[in-house]
């Protein structure tokens, strides 16, 4: 999981993590990105909601961020995806063989 104020502007070239297949077709990494919100409930205590998550393929954690705030602006037709949504969390779709 990666947390939001921990993402490089510029992520580096060692953090792509796509892979070649055979027949030479690069395979990307896939991520599921959760877009969380903090409310308070009618007994007053606060629960962690999941707005939306969207699954994408990117080369890195900080590409899968990006494009899924832009998916999800476009999902719920914002220009702000924290308007909806506290904090976001990318984690591996994909379990490591």
Known sequence: MIDVKALPVHPSHDDYRATWLFGGVMK??????????TVSGDNGREAEICQRFIEVDAPNQCSAAELAKTKFC???RLKDWSIHADRFCVLDAEFPS
């Open 28 to 37: 990307m990494p896939r991520y599921i990105v959760r877009f969380m919100k």
């Open 74 to 76: 476009e999902a719920e």
